[in-house]
Each structure stands twice: as C-alpha cells, then as structure tokens.
C-alpha cells in the first residue's frame, strides 16, 4: 500500500496543473481582502473576515471543485495511457489502487486547506484589517485541518464516479453540480448531502457570526451521512473497478 | 463553412458531453426547486415584474422560480460546462490525433475553430433555453393563473441574452485553455470567475465591467441605465475580441509548427 501511495506521489511531480490548482486556494483570501477594502472597514472580528475567506466558497465551491477536479485526473490518468491492464497484471489490489488515489486527494486537501489558513492571516493581519490575536488564528488552523480532513471524505462519491468511468466529462459536470447541491441543501437539509454535513461539523461551536441553522444541530448525523456516502462510493466504485478489464 | 458545422454537429452528436450537460441543467433546475421550498421572512420585495411576500415559499411567488434560476446557473453551473464543452471541442482534434487526418484533407484550421465556437454559442443559447423551459413549465404547472404574459416573455428575453452574453463572457477562457490545450483548466478557472462575479455584484463600478455580471446588464435581469447597459454590452464585446485574438494566434502557432516539420 505504501508503494502504491509513493508511485502516486511521484507521479504528481510530472503534473504542472495539480501544482497550479493548489494556487486557488489564495482566492477566497484575496477577495476577503478586496471585500472589506471596499467597504472601508477597520477592526474587523477575526472570525468575520475567515468566515469569507476560509468557510465560505472555499468549504462550498472552491475546494470540492478542486478536489473533484483531481479526482478526476488522477481515476484518468491510468485509462488515458492504457496502464490499468498493466496494473492488474502486477497485481495490484483494485481497493489498494482506488485508497492510494483517495490518499493522495486527502494530503492535497489538508495541503490546500492550510495554505487558505496562513493566506487568510497574511491577507487579514498585514493590511491592518483584522488585530493579530493566537487564539483566532489557531481556531482557523484547526478549523481549516477539520474541513481539510473531511473534504476528502466528502469528495469519495466522485473519486468513485471518475473510477467507474473512461472520461472525465462526467465527473467534471457532476462535481459542479454535487458542489452546488451542498451549498442549496445547507438552507433546507443539511444532513441529506456530505458537503453540507461537513459543514455543519465546522461550525458545531456556533462561532461563526450570521450563520442561522434551520434545523436541530447533531454532529452524529451530519458524520453518519459523510459515513452512508462514503460506503456506498466504496461499493459502487469497487464494483465498477472490478467490472474493469 | 456549412460543412464545417454540420461535421461538428454529427460529431458532438456522437458524444455524451450533450447529454451530461442536459443532465447537469436538470439537476441545476431541480436544487433551485427545492431551495425555493424555504420560506421567506422579511418585506414584501419588488423588482421589476417580480415580487416576493412576506410568510410565503419562495416558489409560491409566480415568476420567482424563473427569475432564481438565472443567477444561480450563472454563477455557478452553466458557464463551467459551456467552457468544458468549448475548450474540449477544439482540444480533442489534437488529443484524439485527428487533426493530422484533417490537415490532409485539407481543412482550414481557423474557419474549422470558428466552426467550434459557433457550435458552442448556440450551445450555450439552447442550455439557457432549455433550463427556461424546465423553469417556465414548473411555473405554468404552479401558478397557471397568476402568470402574466409579459412576464413570462421578459424571462425568455432574459434567458436568450444571458446565453448569449455568458458565451462572450467566457470565449476568452475558452480560447485560452484551448491554446495551452488543457480543457481541465476552463472547468476549474471559469468556476472561480463565476464565483468572483458574486463580489463584483457588490460594487457598483465593477458591477457592469465585470463580464460575468455584466451579462445581467445585457440580459435585463439587472435594472440599469441605459448607459451602464451599453458598458456592459462593450465588455462583453471586448471579452469576444480578446478570444478572436488569442485564436488567432492559436492558429498562427499551428502554421509555424507545420512549417518547421
């Protein structure tokens, strides 16, 4: 398993792009920035300016798009060069195959949620917006690593589509409309799909001013619905990789 | 040129990029469905034809559905797959090593890109109509009496421009990923040009130059002065000419290449 998941890194290293879509992750940070440089506010609450920048289209659009994205490229990789014959033959396990693709998305993911972390700092505490307090900044590191962590988890079903699939149409168009699902069900139920599920878990403490719950907060069932997902993305795609010749 | 079109027609005819894209309009119109089922609390809002009461779903307004659906597909959803579908169109005679065959024929490369993007244009119309019809006969079925006719022909009026606008809006994308030849790149770049509209929404400057709402200016789903009308519809030809450029030098690059073999 530790093989597979080093050939997997190694083979991230030819891929000018994944590096490229890792430079998203400064965007919601920067129009953070631009927001409140708009309005001319001063002395923002810490919390006010990672809500825009760390939990809003980041956790939402931005980051399940990226990840579905390169869940994509990473399922198409072997089938665009016809290596998935070869695969077999070693034999590499099709479970093993699908995890150190997964493992790879998850390590992208925390990288990708850190990264919005300190850019969400450097863009609030620089210019003066936001007062440079260590309590602040440590419950968006740890907020960040729990949206990082999760996102992964909640970006299985696609990891499964793009396996059971030879494009990547498919699972490009559905990753837009899962993303957008996710944002639309967090207003009527949250606990029907992952995204929204993840982030109800972020936001368990109820510390991220203007954000209103229409229903009942219960962390068991918004991680029992990312567990109901995930297993039924395992199953699925494990059928679908073992259809595969 | 006719041939040109009628082959790609035949080609993407053939491919399931057609039917993913139908599917993802549909699934679009059927979660803003259900988002309208929230209710709204607040003052009785106006808009133009549009109006939205106090204590009521939001679906229940006649003509919230239509007019919802517009944004959201805008910022989210259809411009990402019209790029996809633009950029892998003119990628995928190079990917598939098609282009070869067709150099042979001989074909020429520009009005056989111009073909491409005349295909995506009014793909990008007919996904825009399409989703109208979803919306309008969920109207028709909802609130069949409250429906006015002129209300129902502004949001087709809306609908048909704002095809037409996100199409020049997101041409230089389009033109762009082709050229680096990473169709992946128009998925993720247009999505987050999408979402940045949002925030160009809050300024009322940026509100009119910045294409993505600019589009809401031509459409009409925005109500403006003529003059920030004209401004947008300006943008969005400067976005079409800015394409026509970097095509341009597409085509050029592919001269050189051949040249030099």
């Given at each position: 398993m530790l093989n597979l998941i080093q050939t997997e890194f190694l083979k991230?290293?030819?891929?000018?792009?994944?590096?490229?879509?890792?430079?998203?992750?400064?965007?919601?940070?920067?129009?953070?920035?631009?927001?409140?440089?708009?309005?001319?506010?001063?002395?923002?609450e810490p919390m006010q300016f990672y809500k825009m920048s760390a939990y809003g289209f980041t956790l939402f659009i931005i980051l399940p798009i990226v990840l579905?994205?390169?869940?994509?490229?990473?399922?198409?990789?072997?089938?665009?060069?016809?290596?998935?014959?070869?695969?077999?033959?070693?034999?590499?396990?099709?479970?093993?195959?699908?995890?150190?693709?997964?493992?790879?998305?998850?390590?992208?993911?925390?990288?990708?949620?850190?990264?919005?972390?300190?850019?969400?700092?450097?863009?609030?505490?620089?210019?003066?917006?936001?007062?440079?307090?260590?309590?602040?900044?440590?419950?968006?590191?740890?907020?960040?690593?729990?949206?990082?962590?999760?996102?992964?988890?909640v970006m299985l079903p696609i990891l499964a589509i793009a396996a059971s699939q030879?494009?990547?149409?498919?699972?490009?168009?559905?990753?837009?409309?899962?993303?957008?699902?996710?944002?639309?069900?967090?207003?009527i139920n949250a606990y029907l799909h992952p995204i929204s599920s993840m982030a109800l878990i972020v936001i368990c403490n109820n510390d991220i001013p203007g954000v209103v719950l229409k229903q009942e907060m219960n962390i068991p069932f918004a991680f029992l619905c990312i567990g109901i997902w995930d297993i039924v993305a395992l199953l699925l795609s494990n059928i679908a990789l073992k259809r595969r010749k | 040129m006719r041939i040109l079109l009628w082959a790609e027609c035949q080609k993407?005819?053939?491919?399931?990029?057609?039917?993913?894209?139908?599917?993802?309009?549909?699934?679009?119109?059927?979660?803003?469905?259900?988002?309208?089922?929230?209710?709204?609390?607040?003052?009785?809002?106006?808009?133009?034809l549009k109006?939205?009461?106090?204590?009521?779903?939001?679906?229940?307004?006649?003509?919230?559905?239509?007019?919802?659906?517009?944004?959201?597909?805008?910022?989210?959803?259809?411009?990402?797959?019209?790029?996809?579908?633009?950029?892998?169109?003119?990628?995928?005679?190079?990917?598939?090593?098609?282009?070869?065959?067709?150099?042979?024929?001989?074909i020429n490369e520009g009005k056989l890109t111009l073909a491409k993007m005349i295909i995506t244009f009014v793909f990008s119309i007919l996904l825009y109509l399409l989703l109208f019809s979803i919306t309008f006969l969920t109207e028709v079925i909802l609130h069949s009496t409250n429906l006015s006719a002129e209300l129902v022909i502004s949001a087709l009026k809306e609908y048909l421009l704002d095809g037409v606008g996100v199409f020049l809006a997101i041409s230089p994308i389009i033109a762009f990923t082709s050229r680096l030849k990473k169709y992946w790149l128009a998925l993720v770049v247009t999505e987050i040009y999408c979402v940045a509209g949002m925030f160009a929404a809050m300024s009322n400057v940026l509100k009119?130059?910045?294409?993505?709402?600019?589009?809401?200016?031509?459409?009409?789903?925005?109500?403006?002065?003529?003059?920030?009308?004209?401004?947008?519809?300006?943008?969005?030809?400067?976005?079409?000419?800015?394409?026509?450029?970097?095509?341009?030098?597409l085509n050029h690059n592919k001269k050189k290449k051949n040249r030099v073999r």
């Open positions: 991230l290293r030819r891929r000018k792009f994944v590096w490229f879509m890792l430079s998203t992750s400064l965007i919601m940070p920067f129009l953070a920035l631009l927001y409140f440089n708009y309005f001319g506010k001063k002395d923002i579905g994205m390169l869940c994509t490229m990473l399922m198409r990789e072997e089938n665009q060069y016809d290596m998935l014959k070869q695969l077999w033959i070693v034999p590499v396990s099709k479970m093993g195959y699908l995890l150190s693709k997964f493992f790879v998305v998850f390590v992208y993911s925390i990288c990708f949620m850190l990264i919005t972390a300190v850019a969400s700092v450097i863009f609030s505490v620089i210019p003066g917006y936001v007062a440079l307090e260590w309590g602040s900044i440590l419950n968006l590191l740890e907020k960040c690593i729990i949206i990082g962590v999760l996102s992964a988890f030879k494009g990547y149409i498919l699972p490009a168009c559905v990753t837009l409309v899962y993303a957008f699902s996710g944002f639309i069900l967090m207003s | 993407i005819r053939r491919s399931k990029i057609v039917w993913i894209t139908i599917f993802a309009t549909l699934m679009l119109a059927s979660i803003v469905f259900i988002g309208g089922l929230d209710q709204y609390k607040g003052p009785e809002v106006h808009y133009g109006t939205v009461c106090d204590g009521a779903r939001y679906i229940d307004n006649a003509g919230w559905y239509m007019d919802e659906a517009q944004p959201w597909a805008t910022f989210f959803v259809l411009p990402s797959v019209i790029a996809l579908l633009g950029s892998y169109m003119i990628c995928r005679e190079e990917e598939e090593d098609t282009l070869k065959s067709l150099r042979l024929i001989p009119k130059l910045y294409p993505i709402t600019a589009v809401f200016n031509l459409s009409g789903y925005h109500i403006t002065t003529i003059r920030n009308r004209m401004g947008s519809i300006l943008i969005l030809l400067l976005c079409s000419c800015l394409a026509a450029l970097i095509l341009n030098g």
